[in-house]
């Protein structure tokens, strides 16, 4: 199944921080070759899952009612969807918050950069 596949499927997504997201497929779980997801819906459209999975994976046979487009893992998307969570006001308290600034000259870019690497590697 390629990204010019558009089917409807039957999705179901439940996922909490610091915990493995369940992701079912027409009651298919496909968690462990799901390496990010997003889900896009217009006021006029019902829901879009695009599901970014491991190299190679081929995905069950399945219909449903969402439309699912399946494409291989792309790091940048996942990076963008990363960037797109963080909330910039609990970043900056979070970096003006850090022991580690030392007044240096970049010190907060260093900071962030810091503080979304620690986010990141606990996501």
């Known amino acids: 199944m ?11 997504i439940t ?9 079912e ?3 298919d779980d496909v968690a ?4 990010a997801y997003r889900i896009t819906q217009t006021v006029d459209e019902g829901p879009d899952v695009t599901l970014y ?3 190679g994976w081929r995905g069950p046979e ?6 699912v487009v399946v494409e291989p893992a ?7 969807g990363f960037l797109d969570a963080v909330d910039w006001r609990r970043l900056n308290e979070a970096v003006l918050a850090r022991d580690d600034l030392d007044g240096r ?14 986010w990141a590697a606990s996501a």
């Open 32 to 35: 462990s070759a799901v390496e």
């Open 74 to 80: 792309d790091v940048r998307q996942v990076v963008i």
């Open 105 to 118: 000259p970049g010190e907060l870019t260093r900071g962030m950069l810091e503080q979304l690497r620690e």
């Open 25 to 27: 497929i027409d009651g």
């Open 53 to 55: 999975v491991q190299q």
């Open 2 to 12: 390629g990204s010019t596949d558009h089917e409807h499927r039957r999705m179901r």
């Open 62 to 67: 399945f219909d449903g009612l969402a439309e």
């Open 15 to 23: 996922a909490a921080p610091n915990d493995g997201a369940l992701i």
